[in-house]
């Protein structure tokens, strides 16, 4: 496979195109989830408002902004694809609540606020996690089916990525890793499950709503595969290289976890390099969508290059 190299002809003003795309989807994201949520005043309103708090803290809005832009990289309307990317931002931010409780990794700090049971406490924030992936699917069935693409297909999707096999999975896989020596193997398995699996379905959802044929939906999971793959071995690297402040999460944790990373097990240097590769290999798997693919090559050179 030919690896396509992002445009170069002028690289600051190509980075501000992006940045200022970036910016209006994750707009245009976060439009449609006040919509979509209920009120934080709506009864009963401590769990309203704990959703709320946990969805419009700032998150990158990654997975959405990837569900839209394979919209449109296969010839889609953002409107379309408006509420699959909702739905997998409400599950990401579900799986990051969850995650910071005291019984999974136990943090203080998301996005650089205190963690949602450290503000509406333990018990809340178990329910708010569940009423968030709950209400991934309520906005998910709002999609409008497609020729190739029914709600069936849609639903079955993203609960796939987020069962036992996919995000819990790898979570179940992550858990029972800690201290324990993993093989790059077993840490490939636990990232493709954790992390690459709801890129993968961002990209996917996105596709399907544009109607794309079974190549380009090919193409596009074989690009979120390998994207999330790289994003994650970035998100290791910056953990051991970046401020807790930087990150806006606590930083050095998974060393204090004795965590089985890429740098802890290949070292800085080597995963670095093992990010460029992925990157290229995402890159790569865009071909068959020929110039509509630029937009998601710009995105991931974006993301190899990020900093928190
Ligand atoms: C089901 C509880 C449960 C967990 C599933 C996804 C997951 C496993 C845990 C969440 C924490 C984690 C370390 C996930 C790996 C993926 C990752 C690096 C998430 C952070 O994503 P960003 O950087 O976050 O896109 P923002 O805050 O920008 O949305």
New binding site residues.
């Given amino acids: 496979m030919r690896c396509r190299s992002p445009r170069s002809s002028d690289p600051s003003s190509t980075f501000m195109d992006l940045k200022f795309y970036l910016t209006q989807r994750a707009a245009d994201v976060d439009a449609a989830l006040d919509g979509f949520l209920p009120k934080a005043k709506e009864r009963p309103a401590t769990i309203h408002a704990a959703m709320r708090y946990c969805v419009f803290s700032g ?5 959405p902004v990837l569900c839209l832009a394979a919209a449109e990289a296969c010839g889609g309307e953002i409107s379309s694809a408006l509420a699959p990317a909702c739905a997998v931002e409400l599950m ?1 931010t579900y ?2 609540v ?2 910071d409780l005291p019984a ?2 136990d943090d203080d700090l ?2 650089g606020r205190p963690t949602c049971h450290k503000v509406y406490g333990e018990g809340m924030a178990v329910l708010c996690g569940d009423a968030l992936l709950t209400e991934s699917f309520i906005v998910l069935a709002k999609t409008m089916p497609t020729k190739r693409y029914g709600a069936r297909d849609f639903i079955s999707e993203l609960a796939e990525t987020g069962g036992s096999r996919k ?2 999975g ?2 179940v896989m992550d858990l029972e890793g800690e201290g324990k020596k993993l093989t790059k193997r077993d840490l490939i398995r636990i990232h493709e499950a ?2 690459a699996a ?1 890129l993968t379905s961002s990209m996917r959802l996105g596709a399907m709503t544009a109607n794309a044929s079974p190549a380009k939906l090919e193409a596009l999971s074989m690009f979120g595969h390998a994207l999330g793959l790289a ?2 071995v970035i ?1 290791d690297i910056l953990d051991v290289t970046q401020s807790t402040e930087v990150l806006g999460k606590t930083a050095g944790k998974d060393q204090a976890a004795e965590k089985s990373t890429y740098p802890a097990i290949l070292g800085l240097a080597a995963s670095r390099k093992e990010a460029t590769r992925l990157t290229r290999a995402a890159m790569a798997a865009l071909e068959p969508l020929g110039n509509k693919a630029t937009r998601l090559e710009e995105i991931a050179n974006h993301l190899l290059q990020r900093k928190y």
């Fill in positions: 998150g990158k809005r990654l997975r990401h799986s990051l969850h995650d999974m990794d998301r996005r995000l819990i790898g979570q954790k992390t709801l994003f994650q998100d």
